[in-house]
């Protein structure tokens, strides 16, 4: 578990930076005191000691206003930004290097029992606000945009953005989410908008249509003449 923590604060020294020090990032940063109170209910949920559990994990949202299920399934290198709001279920499985900021939810659709919430792979930064709802998968290297609610499966390598989430591919490419230096793209405002897109394929199409109903009238009235 150490050394899993020891990723954790690494990441915050890679991807924030306002942090200055190893003290700042050990003593400063709620997500990873909320991770740390999750790494140890999670261990007592293991063993089934469930109310132990929960009780360690409600501690750990009264300090930090992060609240992380001692059931959720987490890797390494996490990094919670603020995290004021950050929502994450019970059956959640979180892979490696992920990147959470405030406001993001990570829940369930319903009351079933079993697998109910996502699967979120390596490498995802998952936006301000965003809302993931659903036992799907979010595939390696994909980014959430803020705000968007995503119900459904995301490929790796893709962004998706708006309300419900739409997967955008850029030229029909694999989007660089990770860059070659290794660094997660944190990049949450030069995304692709697909809703500005079909507005804009919209007013294109009546364009050309305008066009040629001028064209068409001016046809007409030279046959009058």
């Known amino acids: 578990m150490w050394e899993t923590i020891k990723e954790d604060i690494k990441a915050i020294r890679q991807r ?32 089934k000691l469930y109310l132990l559990a929960r009780i360690i ?74 809302k993931i709802l659903g036992p799907f998968t979010v595939g390696d290297n994909s980014k959430i945009g803020a705000g968007s609610v995503v119900l459904k499966e995301v490929p790796p390598n893709c962004t998706v953005v708006g309300v419900p989430g739409r997967i955008v591919v850029k030229n029909n490419k694999r989007l660089k989410c990770v860059k070659t230096n290794n660094e997660i793209d944190l990049d949450q405002i030069k995304l692709p908008d697909p809703v500005f897109q079909e507005l804009e394929c919209l007013r294109k199409r009546i364009s050309e249509l305008e066009r040629y109903i001028y064209e068409r009238k001016g046809d007409v009235n030279d046959e009058i003449i």
Not at 95 to 113: C, F, H, P, R, S
Request: with cysteine; glycine share 16%.
């Open 57 to 130: 994990s409600n501690i750990g949202r009264f300090f930090t206003g992060i609240e992380i299920h001692p059931g959720a399934k987490i890797g390494k290198g996490i990094f919670i930004d603020h995290g004021m709001g950050v929502v994450v279920g019970e059956t959640t499985e979180i892979g490696d290097n992920v990147t959470i900021y405030q406001g993001a939810t990570l829940g369930g659709t319903g009351k079933e029992k079993g697998k109910r919430h996502p699967t979120i792979g390596n490498n995802v930064v998952i936006s301000s606000g965003a």
């Open 16 to 47: 924030d930076p306002a942090v200055r020090s190893w003290a700042e990032a050990i003593l400063c940063y709620p997500g990873l005191h909320a991770l740390f109170f999750y790494r140890i209910a999670h261990f007592f949920y293991n063993i």
